[in-house]
């Protein structure tokens, strides 16, 4: 019998109706479910042992034949002892709780026995299976997998996916002229991942698997390309005194600086794209303090100028005040409204054209404002339905996505490639590189006293930022620094040394009125030392700040840190970075060190890829981006080959063998 990648697992030898129902259970309902099932080991048992050269202590396969066999009983339990021999010697083997070897084991018969020798000169529990040119648990790589269900022996899954691959119906492969100089067909890879006769062809095989995934994802990204140019038409947007090739005529005289080159063409991409009736739908991404929301503000003075309403929606309050109040001096002409949780609950829109600004509230107000665009500052920090357009809206609004975390180029093809992309890659001319200093724990008193000298020297402000609020119950977390202990401790410690220095403590947690008031202590300098969480990362845009403490920095991925250092030196200043770390891994250090000397987020966020995958980069798991079965987001070779490879098949009626599950990620067409 042949088996179909597409039939389901109830057709293969061996598995009946409880078992079919036990990998329904788990989601395995086709042969191909069940073959993406991978080993993630494998055993060596391909070299058979003499019985005379046995090691006590060594995992060993001997092929002999069988002497006697003896199961005795002990209430429920059953000892099974077995004497086999080979041209070299005798050898006695004990099973415990396995009644079914003394009914496998037939005397006379040859079989291959896998298991530890002990310094009884026994073989212990050993893996039994006769002797054939095709053996599936001995003799070879034996592929080991994670249990799915307690019912479900691991030897059982072996044998059933034996049983597959050797009946596997060779299915059509589109990919066989593109990739056949380089990788195994599809149906090649799955038989090789299984049941290898060499470990060294196992990553090729495993890359063809990858590829297959990140094609599909390929796809998934123009499919939603696809349906955004099918939605309802936007406002195109008219613009006075606009020329694309010099709109200095249109800028406002407000902007008290000149706009860098790379600001100047993000801008005039987005106005290109805000005067047509084809939804805009663009990622704008910029490295920390680029200057992301002046290219922002503009896109929404384009909308408030030709009549009509824009939103700018921000992860978290700090930040959704934090642009009300800096768009206000940049653009003083636009009418404004800040719409968080306690604005919306008498939210009436006005007929004036005005820019919203606020949290998810904003969000869920737009089929009363009816925005012609919507601008989204961080937009996988919001929850899926949050992202999704209401459908009383009467025009597709007009969508800007704005991010500072640093993404590979590649990156930005595979997963945005249903994007228009902006990026701001000049930081402004005042902007000075961030001293950064690896702190070691000797010297952690002698930099409190520091910044003290520091802070008094140039009138400065410190961010001191701690990965936890509490300290974490976990036990591998216990030394960790938690920002309520660690603001008790500098309170403690600046009274001796510097008491005129004013510290304060935010943190998510706090009652609203106590997060405005330390909010507004810092901004009005009530506060020379303000304690926090890493909310800070997204929010806090404090001009004087030129000092910030990280605590326990190896908590922190590259991206993270990042984003944490450009908190400071925002008005030009001088600045510095403390890494503060008890890590005793070489490798956290290293990283750190790393840290100390890259200022580039681009380098720093390959850095991170490499070192801690996809999760850190991009941070949350409904993002979807970490659940990448065989791919890895680190390879940006295999991804900048998927993308040749689909440049070639997108023309062509092909279909990826893996379908990409995008059951986590918004179906509506934004940056997801």
């Known amino acids: 019998m042949k088996y179909r990648l597409s039939a389901p697992v109830s057709t293969i030898k061996g598995i009946g109706d409880k078992l079919t129902q036990l990998l329904e259970e788990n989601e395995v309902k086709t042969v191909l479910d069940l073959l993406l099932y991978l080993p993630y080991r494998y055993e060596d048992r391909r070299q058979i042992v003499p019985i005379a050269e046995l090691e006590v202590g060594e995992q060993a396969t001997v092929k002999a034949t069988v002497l006697r066999v003896n199961t005795q009983h002990r209430g429920r339990r059953a000892i099974v002892r077995a004497t086999v021999e080979d041209d070299t010697g005798r050898l006695n083997c004990i099973w415990f709780n396995n009644r079914f070897i003394g009914e496998q084991l037939k005397k006379g018969e040859e079989f291959y026995l896998a298991g530890k020798f002990n310094d009884r000169n026994m073989l212990l529990q050993a893996t039994v299976e006769k002797v054939s040119d095709d053996p599936v648990h001995t003799a070879r790589l034996v592929p080991v997998y994670t249990q799915l269900s307690k019912n479900f022996k691991i030897g059982s899954l072996r044998r059933i996916l034996k049983e597959v691959v050797n009946n596997l119906e060779t299915s059509d492969d589109p990919l066989v002229d593109?990739?056949?100089?380089?990788?195994?067909?599809?149906?090649q890879a799955l038989k090789v991942l299984h049941f290898p006769d060499d470990t060294e062809v196992v990553p090729a095989a495993r890359e063809r698997l990858a590829l297959e995934e990140l094609l599909s994802l390929i796809q998934h990204s123009q499919q939603l390309k696809n349906h955004w140019k099918k939605q309802q038409p936007a406002v195109a947007l008219k613009l006075e005194n606009y020329e694309p090739g010099d709109f200095s005529q249109w800028l406002p005289n407000s902007i008290p600086f000149e706009l860098t080159g790379a600001q100047q063409r993000?801008?005039?991409?987005?106005?290109?794209?805000?005067?047509?009736?084809?939804?805009m739908n663009r990622l704008l991404i910029g490295d920390v303090g680029s200057g992301k929301t002046v290219v922002a503000g503009l896109a929404c003075l384009a909308a408030v100028q030709s009549q009509h309403h824009a939103v700018i929606a921000a992860p978290t309050q700090i930040l959704a005040h934090q642009h009300f109040e800096s768009l206000q001096k940049l653009l003083p002409t636009i009418n404004y409204q800040l719409l968080t949780g306690k604005e919306s609950k008498q939210f009436k829109p006005t007929k004036i054209p005005t820019l919203y600004i606020g949290t998810h509230a904003a969000l869920n107000q737009l089929d009363k404002i009816q925005p012609a665009l919507i601008v989204y500052d961080e937009q996988h920090r919001f929850g899926v339905k949050q992202?999704?357009?209401?459908?009383?809206?009467?025009?597709?609004?007009?969508l800007l996505t704005m991010s500072a975390t640093p993404i590979p180029r590649s990156l930005m093809l595979t997963l945005f490639s249903h994007l228009q992309l902006s990026v701001i890659d000049e930081l402004p001319a005042n902007q000075q590189p961030t001293t950064t200093w690896l702190v070691p724990s000797n010297k952690r008193e002698s930099s409190l006293e520091w910044l003290a000298k520091q802070l008094e020297k140039t009138n400065g402000q410190a961010l001191v930022v701690c990965p936890f609020i509490e300290p974490s119950q976990h036990e591998s977390f216990s030394n960790v620094a938690a920002a309520k202990d660690l603001f008790k401790e500098l309170k403690t410690f600046y009274q001796q040394h510097a008491p005129q220095l004013a510290i304060d403590l935010l943190h998510g947690q706090l009652k609203q009125t106590k997060k405005e008031q330390a909010i507004n202590n810092i901004f009005s300098k009530k506060t020379d030392i303000l304690v926090t969480t890493p909310v800070v990362e997204v929010g806090v845009d404090l001009p004087t700040a030129n000092v910030i403490i990280i605590e326990a920095a190896e908590r922190f991925g590259m991206a993270s840190l990042h984003q944490l250092r450009g908190r400071v030196g925002r008005a030009g200043q001088a600045s510095f970075c403390l890494l503060f770390t008890n890590a005793k891994s070489s490798t956290a250090r290293q990283r750190l060190k790393t840290f100390t000397q890259e200022h580039d987020g681009l380098k720093l966020a390959e850095q991170d890829l490499k070192n801690r995958g996809a999760g850190d980069l991009f941070g949350f798991r409904q993002h979807g981006l970490s659940d990448l079965r065989f791919a890895s987001w680190a390879d940006l070779k295999l991804i900048q080959t998927a993308h040749a490879v689909f440049e070639k098949l997108k023309n062509q009626a092909w279909q990826p063998l893996i379908s990409y599950q995008d059951n986590q990620v918004s179906t509506q067409p934004g940056a997801n």
Do not use: C, G, N, V
């Open 178 to 187: 593109e990739l056949k100089e380089s990788y195994p067909t599809f149906s």
């Open 266 to 279: 993000a801008t005039r991409e987005i106005l290109a794209d805000l005067q047509h009736h084809t939804a």
């Open 387 to 398: 992202r999704s357009l209401p459908k009383k809206l009467r025009h597709t609004p007009h």
